[in-house]
T-cell receptor
Framework: GENVEQHPSTLSVQEGDSAVIKCTYS??????FPWYKQELGKRPQLIID?????GEKKDQRIAVTLNKTAKHFSLHITETQPEDSAVYFC????????????FGAGTRLTVKP | GAGVSQSPRYKVAKRGQDVALRCDPI?????LFWYQQALGQGPEFLTY????????KSGLPSDRFFAERPEGSVSTLKIQRTQQEDSAVYLC?????????????FGPGTRLLVL
């Protein structure tokens, strides 16, 4: 089945700097890759997603890139702000697998003012 | 409109007690998912419904876990004879279409603590 690994587990940046979180997946059939932001004690919120037919997607300060050959995808946050501090989860969906939405273990991002 | 809601938000159970967790998906959403999130971990898939049909229950950890969605809207996750290892946040998510490749909207979760 699919296995998603996420790095780093913690990330601390200064306000205004960029943050990059990387995920790798194992199943080449995976075709949908969402990113969720989860603040302490709250629900995961989708912030951006990408499908396997595109290599990059951007939404204001957030972008995601996908390298299908290498089976990895990354979240890029530019001009970070303290309110970006949260745990970020990547996920990969494999349509042919029963248990097909696998999440990474999460990255705790801290943006220092 | 209202998002996904779950109740109760917190549940403390004694070991061996049965619990029932409720999920109200976004109105009209076809797909409903249950996930288990242990402390400091990502959500782990439990089960998936398309309308009232439970199409995938491969993530349920044991036969003590049972989920239903009899009318294709509200869903209940039941855990029988709870064990301490069942302590986790149980998240429900729904999506509009009947494909798992659609955006999933999560509820706030039910935090279950088994003593």
């Amino acid at each position: 089945g699919e296995n998603v690994e996420q790095h780093p587990s913690t990330l601390s940046v200064q306000e205004g700097d960029s943050a990059v979180i990387k995920c790798t997946y194992s199943d080449s059939a995976s075709n949908y890759f969402p990113w969720y932001k989860q603040e302490l004690g709250k629900r995961p919120q989708l912030i951006i997603d990408i499908r396997s037919n595109v290599g990059e997607k951007k939404d204001q300060r957030i972008a995601v890139t996908l390298n299908k050959t290498a089976k990895h995808f990354s979240l890029h946050i530019t001009e970070t702000q303290p309110e970006d501090s949260a745990v970020y989860f990547c996920a990969a969906l494999t349509p042919l697998e029963n248990n097909d939405m696998r999440f990474g273990a999460g990255t705790r991002l801290t943006v220092k003012p | 409109g209202a998002g996904v809601s779950q109740s109760p938000r917190y549940k403390v159970a004694k070991r061996g007690q049965d619990v029932a967790l409720r999920c109200d998906p976004i109105s009209g959403h076809v797909s409903l998912f249950w996930y288990q999130q242990a402390l400091g971990q990502g959500p782990e898939f439990l089960t998936y419904f398309q309308n009232e049909a439970q199409l995938d229950k491969s993530g349920l950890p044991s036969d003590r876990f049972f989920a239903e969605r009899p009318e294709g809207s509200v869903s209940t996750l039941k855990i029988q004879r709870t064990q301490q290892e069942d302590s986790a946040v149980y998240l429900c998510a729904s999506s509009l279409e009947d494909s798992r490749g659609e955006t999933q909207y999560f509820g706030p979760g039910t935090r279950l603590l088994v003593l």
